[in-house]
């Protein structure tokens, strides 16, 4: 056992700047293909954590698994425990519009949501949470340097994959929002909460409107552009 209560991790091990897929594969694949010196940092359950150099950078990598819960509680020991300062989900999505398709890149700004997380927090009114603005004109200059196409919007951060309901998505399409995915709005309150920065870049992997959709291997190992977009921001970040 660690310093907190479900990692391995000592103080120390975990850089303040972290890359977080839900996949604890493509943990593993960062930390393999693009990593320098990097050492894992925690096995428990599974979700691997690696702690290496990108250019010369010092960057984590980990795998929080899916939905709010296990990122809320993940997000919480990294910020709070190991003092991670600036957390950038890197996931796959579903979208909502004709217009994102496969492979598309999209910088969460905002994240709207049916979970009722934020009632943790006991606020008088419903939280709007929100990607770090230092954070996504990172995001956009590491993209831009790197000739990757980006788009920016809201996301739905959704706590049912199997909605009873096949056409509640239509309803979050017709007020813009661009796809869907289940962990950035909890990401985006913790950061607010306790004082980090956060940021979900996501790779659109299926389409509700045209019915494409990659393969799991395609997921694991094939979001390069949105990877290297992301290790990319260590360039801009302070």
Same mark, same amino acid.
């Given at each position: 056992? $660690? ?7 000592? /103080?120390?091990?975990? +850089?303040? &700047? /972290? ?5 604890? %594969? ?6 393999? #293909? ?7 940092? #925690? ?13 010369? @950078?010092?960057?984590?990598?980990? $795998? ?14 990294? /910020? ?19 217009? !994102?398709? %496969? #492979? ?15 009632? &943790?927090? $006991? %606020?008088? $009114? ?11 004109? =990172? ?5 831009? *340097?790197?000739?990757? @196409?980006? *788009? =920016?919007?809201? !996301? ?28 950035? =709005? ?5 950061? +607010? ?8 870049? %996501?790779?659109?992997?299926? #389409?509700?409107? &045209?019915?494409? =959709? ?9 979001? &390069?552009?949105?990877?290297?977009? +992301? ?5 801009? /970040?302070?």
């Amino acid at each position: 056992m $660690g310093a907190s209560l479900h990692l391995d991790a000592e /103080i120390g091990d975990i +850089a303040e &700047t /972290i890359l977080l897929p839900g996949d604890p %594969l493509r943990a593993k694949f960062i930390a393999e #293909n693009f990593l320098e010196d990097a050492v894992l940092f #925690n096995k428990t359950r599974n979700a691997f954590g690696y702690t290496g150099y990108y250019k010369g @950078k010092r960057v984590s990598v980990f $795998g929080t698994g899916m939905g709010m819960p296990s990122m809320a509680l993940y997000s919480h020991e990294l /910020i709070e425990v190991y003092g991670c300062k600036n957390l950038i989900r890197i996931g796959s999505a579903g979208s909502y519009q004709e217009s !994102i398709d %496969l #492979n598309d890149i999209v910088l969460v700004v905002a994240s709207s949501t049916d979970s009722r997380f934020d009632y &943790t927090f $006991g %606020l008088p $009114g419903h939280f709007s949470p929100n990607a770090d603005f230092d954070l996504l004109l =990172a995001a956009k200059a590491s993209a831009d *340097k790197q000739d990757i @196409k980006v *788009k =920016a919007g809201n !996301i739905a951060s959704v706590d049912v994959f199997y909605d009873d309901d096949p056409d509640t998505w239509k309803k979050w399409a017709k007020m813009g929002v661009l796809g869907v995915e289940m962990e950035s =709005a909890a990401l985006y309150m913790n950061a +607010a909460r306790y004082g980090a920065k956060a940021l979900c870049i %996501l790779t659109i992997s299926d #389409n509700f409107v &045209t019915g494409g =959709a990659l393969t799991a291997e395609q997921r694991e190992k094939g979001f &390069t552009d949105m990877m290297k977009t +992301a290790l990319g921001m260590l360039e801009f /970040i302070d």
